[in-house]
């Protein structure tokens, strides 16, 4: 099957910064393909060179067959984009913003007008089709947002962190809305700093930091990648961590990683969790460091994140959506 | 005529034709905006009002007493403070791209397969409009307090096309400001910091002759001395060109003043313009 994005060796620099270190990327028709990063790693300069906004310093890049350097102006014809911000007129209706990309993308004045039509009713706009878009709330503006990339009905589309700054609500809107489009047969190229959105959404992910893809697969490739069940050990005492840390790190196949400010050590355990956990058990005890909580559990994006990278995803401060609030996914 | 020939020629056609589509479809969009703010449209006429009236009734009777007997203050004051409105109103267009800039609405445009130059041209051509309204403002609000044409309405139509394209040209160096500052308060303090002197630097206010004599060449040369200056023999007529005052002793002759002022457009258009493109192929 060929790629309908195909990505080779792009190089991008900003001055001395290399934004982005040769990365490569395939993305098949009609899936989902979730670039997760923290802020910073290069998410943001991948989509802007996908979607014509920017040329790579080197590599090669096509997006639906069209070169994105030489073949930029047709490639424009069938890609839609919605950037990290909601690129809408404020001071236009609803209805007027999307007649205007449609007018844009060349269709006639009524096509544009059936389109916008049909776009607000699918998102469930239509009652604010004649307000003023500044009068929407974020998730409104979001969904608009999302829906004008929609109007020139596009074969390959680009979502830049689509539910960043969203709350956790408008959040689980965004995503049923992301998980129908991709019903219809569009390619989809969604860049996330959360893993429960990559979890998701994505059909497959691949895991950039500092301008390059660390790691590639499916959402079960990447969490088997971390070896199994991983061991969550939380101490009671926050100042005993280092103490717990230097007990039980070392068991199992190796990796861990010790949160200081959350006083939780995770341990990938392979195939033996029921032998290190209780191992780990007996060596805290002798140690005499009590414990909040001890679980196994499969390994969550997070945890495969911390052991690519050694350091925590940055989430933002409005991560954690609804269903598993336990989790509590908040971290600096 | 070869077959290819005619096919380049046609999509050369249709390319132009689209691209005059989408430059409508953005001026359009434009004009919404300054419909949907009138606080934007309303603030920005009320200050070269107050302007006009703290000048006539503060300044007006200090300057009856050294302007010639047949020039009233009005009369010299108002074409500064059209040609004034006109390119204050046309700095917006700076803030316009900025704002755009900062809400993401330019990143969208330019992934739409719509022409290059719609965004600058709509941009513009949009804020021309405005600056039009504005000068027409301008003119009610003159001829309520005492403003008179002297001469034809040939010469009053002339002097309108010239404050309108003194605007338009305006409106490219703030689309150049906006693309390269980036940040609306930026663009603001920026262009008005820059414009204010060449405007108080000229004959808008008063005349060169009564300025300290090294400032004198400086604002001689301003470009918006020579727009005032031609606006005022176009509508000031004799009084200003052939008056035996000594204020307006050094002002060269309307033919003089008229390629001069068409001169200094074209340069900064042709300066302008293409700068303010490539800032925009750049961001």
Redesign the interface.
Known sequence: MDATIHVEGIIKRFGNVEALRGVDLKVFPGTVFGLLGPNGAGKTTMIRILTTLLQPDDGQATVAGYDVVRDAEPLRHVIGLAGQYAAIDENLTGQENLEMVGRLYHLTAEEATRRGEAVLERFELTDAANRVAKTYSGGMRRRLDLGASLVGRPQVLFLDEPTTGLDPRSRIEMWDIIRELVRDGTTLLLTTQYMEEADRLADSIAVIDQGLVIAEGTADDLKTRVGGEVLAIRVADRTQIGAAAGAVLGLGPGGGNADNERGEITLPVGDDGTGILTEAIRRLDAEKIALADVALRRPSLDDVFLSLTGHAAEGGETTAPAEEPQRGRKRR | MSATTTTTTQVARSRTR?AL??WG?LTK?NL??YI??PDLLVFSTIQPVLFVLLFVYVFGGAFERILPANVTYVDFLMPGIIIQTSIFAALQTGVGLADDLQ???I????????ARS?VLAGRTAADTVSVVFQIVLMVIVGILIGYRLHEGFVEAALAFLLIVAVGYTFTWVAAFAGLALKSVEAVQAATFTIVFPVIFVSSAFVPVDTMPSWIQPIARNNPMTIWVDTVRSLTLGEAFTDSPSELFRSIPDLGALAWQSIAWIAVILAIAVPVGVRMYRRT
Not at chain 2, 107 to 114: H, T
């Open positions: 689209l589509s989408d479809v969009r919404l905006t949907r703010k809400k993401g609405l990143e969208r445009f330019k992934s739409l397969p719509m719609a």
